[in-house]
């Protein structure tokens, strides 16, 4: 008898495993059943390869432009770029949503400007941002910043101030300061929303820094999408697209890796305490 709830649960894991396994498996075999169908239906003329191009003129432009040494620093550039705005948006965010938090006025005064700035169209502020802080990487990444960090500032701010007044109150009775409740309760109820933060600016930043290479950058994958459609060349075009999917789809993963380990980590402090 007291086997049996430790087979039950082994079997439960085992399924889980299996379950995903099979998800994984669909996935994969739906990606390759769509990249076979597109590039079966252009060698049979049935979509016009030059307009839509094709996974075998994909890899045909990845050699060429892998061979001339200019793809892998086009990645390089745009990477690090979308990285640097991403943490730098995160921090920043978390950070004036914690002073917003701190002072309540200062939060009640600046509600409505922070939601006027989050229905802004950020790219209407580019051309002005270029001609205020110059071309290059310093334009890209404040374009990238105003995409990501408004957002940020109201999700994080908005899950600051759902914790628990009680809890407050709580710890206030026992003599602890502003700093010590934000420290040491508002921050941890909130890892998941600062979690979620990190998810939402990791397509955000991406989107910020390509809107910024299209308009100034003379490197990185967005020069190379514009560039590719000035000179007709779109197999470089959806090569580009196809590479910026797969490195979001990977930080996007990383990103997931680290709020499932923390998520762990919290439940088992939880099951010990």
Do not use: C
């Amino acid at each position: 008898m007291k086997n049996q709830p430790v087979k039950s649960h082994k079997e439960f894991l085992d399924k889980l495993k299996k379950d995903q396994r099979n998800v994984t498996f669909w996935r994969i075999g739906i990606l390759i059943i769509i990249f076979v169908l597109w590039e079966i239906f252009s060698q049979l003329r049935i979509i016009d390869p030059f307009l839509t191009s094709s996974p075998s003129r994909m890899f045909k432009s990845f050699i060429t432009l892998y061979k001339d040494g200019n793809l892998i620093y086009h990645i390089l550039i745009t990477t690090g770029e979308t990285i640097l705005g991403f943490v730098l948006g995160t921090i920043l965010g978390t950070v004036i949503a914690s002073v917003l938090w701190w002072f309540k006025r200062l939060n009640n005064i600046l509600e409505p400007y922070l939601i006027v700035l989050n229905a802004l169209p950020k790219v209407a502020l580019a051309p002005i941002i270029i001609f205020w802080v110059g071309n290059g990487i310093k334009a890209i990444l404040v374009v990238a910043l105003l995409i990501s960090i408004i957002i940020t500032i109201i999700t994080v701010l908005n899950g600051f101030n759902t914790v628990d007044k009680d809890k407050i109150k709580l710890m206030k009775t026992f003599g602890a300061s502003k700093l010590q409740i934000l420290i040491n309760l508002v921050i941890p109820a909130n890892i998941g929303t600062l979690i979620s933060a990190l998810k939402i600016n990791v397509g955000l930043s991406w989107v910020g820094v390509i809107i910024g290479e299209f308009l100034v950058a003379k490197n990185g994958l967005g020069f190379l999408i514009v560039y590719g459609g000035q000179i007709a060349q779109l197999d470089m075009v959806m090569l580009s697209i196809i590479i910026l999917a797969l490195i979001a789809f990977i930080m996007y993963k990383i990103i997931d890796f680290i709020d499932k380990k923390i998520i762990s980590k919290k439940f088992k402090i939880y099951e010990n305490n």
